[in-house]
C-alpha cells in the first residue's frame, strides 16, 4: 500500500515538473520571439533613420553647391529676364533628354538642366551647362559614362538641333574658372556636374559635328 501512495506521489510530482518544464519552455520561446521582433524593429527604424538622414545630407549639400555655384558665377551677368526655357539637351547614350533653362538657381536645378554661362543654345560660344549629381539615373549623374565621339544633341528654343562630339572629360577643382572660355568662332559645349567623392567638377567638354 505503501509503496502504490509512494508510486502516485513520484508520478503526481513528475507530472508537475514536466508541466513546469512546459510552461517554462514555452515562456522562453515566446520571450525569445519577442525579443527578436524588437530587435527587427529597432533595426528597421534605425536603418530608415539613416537612411532619411543620409537623403537630408544629400539634399542638404546638393543645396549648399547651388548656393557655392551662384556665388562663384554671380558677377558673369547672366541674363536673368529671358525665358526661362531656352532649349532641350538629349544624350542618347546615357538615356538623358531635359529642358535647358536661361539661369541657374536651386529650383531649377531640381527639374532639369541650367545655363551658368556663355550664349544661347546652339550659338557661336561655349554654352556652359551645370547639372545636379545624385548618385542615380537622374539629370547629370551619369556624365562619367561618356567618352570621347559620344554624341551630344542641342535642341534651341526653335526646336533646331545641332549635334555636338565629346572632345574631352576631364576634372577640375570647384573654383576653376578656366572651363567658361568662350571662342565666338565655335559652337561648343561644356557640361559640368559635381564629383561627390573629391568636391570636384566633373567637366564634358563637346564640339560641333560639322
Given at each position: 500500500?505503501?509503496?502504490?501512495?509512494?508510486?502516485?506521489?513520484?508520478?503526481?510530482?513528475?507530472?508537475?515538473?514536466?508541466?513546469?518544464?512546459?510552461?517554462?519552455?514555452?515562456?522562453?520561446?515566446?520571450?525569445?520571439?519577442?525579443?527578436?521582433?524588437?530587435?527587427?524593429?529597432?533595426?528597421?527604424f534605425l536603418?530608415?533613420?539613416?537612411?532619411?538622414?543620409?537623403?537630408?545630407?544629400?539634399?542638404?549639400?546638393?543645396?549648399?553647391?547651388?548656393?557655392?555655384?551662384?556665388?562663384?558665377?554671380?558677377?558673369?551677368?547672366?541674363?536673368?529676364?529671358?525665358?526661362?526655357?531656352?532649349?532641350?539637351?538629349?544624350?542618347?547614350?546615357?538615356?538623358?533628354?531635359?529642358?535647358?533653362?536661361?539661369?541657374?538657381?536651386?529650383?531649377?536645378?531640381?527639374?532639369?538642366?541650367?545655363?551658368?554661362?556663355?550664349?544661347?543654345?546652339?550659338?557661336?560660344?561655349?554654352?556652359?551647362?551645370?547639372?545636379?549629381?545624385?548618385?542615380?539615373?537622374?539629370?547629370?549623374?551619369?556624365?562619367?559614362?561618356?567618352?570621347?565621339?559620344?554624341?551630344?544633341?542641342?535642341?534651341?528654343?526653335?526646336?533646331?538641333?545641332?549635334?555636338?562630339?565629346?572632345?574631352?572629360?576631364?576634372?577640375?577643382?570647384?573654383?576653376?574658372?578656366?572651363?567658361?572660355?568662350?571662342?565666338?568662332?565655335?559652337?561648343?559645349?561644356?557640361?559640368?556636374?559635381c564629383n561627390?567623392?573629391?568636391?570636384?567638377?566633373?567637366i564634358i567638354?563637346?564640339?560641333?559635328?560639322?
Amino acid at each position: 500500500m505503501n509503496q502504490i501512495i509512494i508510486f502516485n506521489d513520484y508520478k503526481k510530482n513528475n507530472t508537475n515538473f514536466s508541466t513546469n518544464k512546459k510552461k517554462k519552455s514555452t515562456f522562453f520561446k515566446v520571450v525569445f520571439i519577442i525579443s527578436i521582433l524588437l530587435i527587427l524593429i529597432s533595426i528597421y527604424f534605425l536603418i530608415n533613420y539613416f537612411r532619411i538622414l543620409n537623403i537630408n545630407y544629400q539634399y542638404s549639400e546638393s543645396l549648399a553647391d547651388t548656393v557655392r555655384i551662384q556665388a562663384l558665377y554671380k558677377d558673369l551677368n547672366i541674363n536673368n529676364n529671358e525665358h526661362p526655357i531656352i532649349g532641350q539637351i538629349e544624350i542618347p547614350k546615357i538615356n538623358l533628354n531635359y529642358p535647358i533653362f536661361s539661369y541657374t538657381s536651386d529650383d531649377l536645378l531640381k527639374i532639369g538642366i541650367c545655363r551658368l554661362y556663355g550664349p544661347s543654345p546652339n550659338s557661336k560660344g561655349n554654352l556652359c551647362l551645370a547639372g545636379h549629381n545624385y548618385n542615380n539615373n537622374k539629370f547629370f549623374s551619369n556624365l562619367y559614362k561618356l567618352n570621347l565621339n559620344d554624341i551630344i544633341t542641342i535642341f534651341d528654343s526653335s526646336n533646331i538641333s545641332v549635334n555636338y562630339k565629346v572632345s574631352d572629360v576631364f576634372e577640375v577643382t570647384a573654383n576653376n574658372l578656366s572651363i567658361l572660355k568662350q571662342d565666338n568662332n565655335l559652337r561648343e559645349l561644356t557640361l559640368i556636374t559635381c564629383n561627390n567623392i573629391n568636391k570636384n567638377r566633373i567637366i564634358i567638354k563637346a564640339k560641333e559635328i560639322e
